[in-house]
């Protein structure tokens, strides 16, 4: 079982940046796909980055190059640099992993972006 731990949520104002981070139990190129979601109304989640163990990396179309994923295997830690923060980004996000077709999820770590 893959455990998953965030960090670096905090509030920020528009226009301003954030670096999260989630820390895996294990390594990271062990998991096919890690990456990040944001929870929406109605119990939802919106898709916001993933990469894969082979370094390909996807992101939700509201990203608009403004985010970016990235990994460091020696920490098994996968990061979400998010710059150019609009008040409409503000959400719990949740670190996600998949492995032999199982899903796993982080707690969260929230981000509040003040106008």
């Known amino acids: 079982q893959v455990q998953l731990v965030e960090s670096g949520g905090g509030l920020v104002q528009a226009g301003g940046s954030l670096r999260l981070s989630c820390a895996a139990s294990?390594?990271?190129?062990?998991?096919?796909?890690m990456g990040w979601y944001r929870e929406v109304p109605g119990d939802q989640r919106e898709l916001v980055a993933l990469?894969?163990?082979?370094?390909?990396?996807k992101y939700g179309d509201f990203v608009e190059g403004r985010f970016r994923i990235s990994r460091d295997g020696g920490k098994n830690t996968v990061y979400l640099q998010m710059s150019s923060l609009k008040p409409e980004d503000a959400s719990v996000y949740c670190c996600?992993?998949?492995?032999?077709?199982?899903?796993?999820w982080g707690l969260g770590t929230q981000v509040t972006v003040s106008s």
């Open positions: 996600y992993a998949e492995r032999l077709a199982y899903d796993y």
């Open positions: 294990e390594s990271i190129f062990s998991i096919n796909t």
């Open positions: 990469i894969s163990s082979g370094g390909g990396t």
